[in-house]
């Protein structure tokens, strides 16, 4: 895949979610208002807070899919990172927000009955953002972009909240009036989660954590089998936006040539980027065979 079209692929994918985004959340600000329900109106402006988080993301992956330059060498795929980060703070203050609410609401004893308009648009909410978490997180994981991954997590938290929300308004609707705000209180405690785990995975990548181990070990056998490679040495990986980079050590026999050894390195590096299309630079340095070499490293 060239990189223009995971970079398309990506953005078309976002633009349906944000669309469909802002019809959702029109209907369940409208519909909460007039059906009297304050899970689905909270459900409503939940959805105009994913604004900023689809927002950011958009914003992001414009950045990202500027090349490298003189400024930014490693390219500007962290910015799909900072993107990520950004949703899962958007994320954690909704369900803070959520949690709050319903809290006061029951304390208070303030129940309203909702109407049959606020429990189709829970029904309809469950059913469309289901559909575009599916969607979403299928491209996401085929490309191996952090900012997609995320807002597919956002698409799968607003499918959670409006189950929720469909059976406490239900129950509400059927004269349990507490069951509306409890149902809002609930669901909180999964976006809280959610925004959570969205946060870590976002924290890790800027830290420059390491890549999934069977990523690595993929990656080495690969490098192993091409001929005149001894042994790799020492392998490490870190994500940059959709793109990995890797830092690898060939062990090669000493009395190989530069030229030799560069072209069996280089070798090896083509073979990465035709089997791993998320690859996007590979260091390598090479380290003679069966001969004792100390690793330079401050970190």
């Known amino acids: 895949m060239q990189r223009n079209e995971r970079f398309d692929r990506a953005d078309r994918i976002i633009r349906i979610g944000f669309w469909v985004n802002a019809v959702l959340m029109v209907l369940k600000m409208a519909a909460g ?122 698409h799968r938290k607003d499918a959670i909240t409006s189950i929720s929300t469909l059976v406490g308004v239900g129950g509400a609707f059927f004269g349990f009036g507490f069951m509306d705000p409890l149902a809002a209180g609930l669901t909180a405690f999964f976006i809280l989660h959610i925004g959570y785990q969205t946060f870590r995975d976002a924290a890790h990548d800027l830290m420059d954590g390491t890549v999934p181990p069977d990523f690595i070990v993929e990656v080495t056998r690969l490098a192993e089998s091409v001929e005149r490679v001894e042994h790799v040495h020492d392998i490490r990986g870190r994500r940059s936006g959709q793109y990995m980079i890797i830092d690898l050590k060939l062990e090669m026999d000493p009395d190989m040539t530069v030229k030799e050894s560069h072209d069996i390195a280089t070798r090896v590096k083509k073979l990465i980027f035709e089997g791993f299309p998320n690859v996007g630079d590979v260091m390598i340095h090479i380290n003679p065979h069966d001969e004792a070499h100390e690793d330079l490293i401050r970190l």
């Open 33 to 154: 208002y007039w059906g009297h329900s304050e899970a689905v109106f909270a459900d409503g402006i939940e959805s105009a807070c994913d604004f900023v988080a689809i927002f950011s993301t958009m914003v992001a992956l414009k950045l990202g899919r500027k090349p490298f330059d003189e400024k930014h060498p490693y390219g500007h795929g962290r910015a799909e990172s900072l993107s990520a980060l950004l949703v899962s703070v958007v994320i954690l203050a909704t369900g803070a927000w959520i949690l709050s609410d319903s809290v006061h609401t029951i304390i208070g004893h303030n129940f309203q009955t909702p109407s049959v308009l606020a429990v189709a648009a829970a029904f309809f909410t469950i059913i469309i953002k289901e559909w575009l978490y599916r969607f979403t997180v299928k491209t996401g994981a085929q490309l191996a972009s952090p900012s997609l991954l995320a807002i597919a997590k956002d």
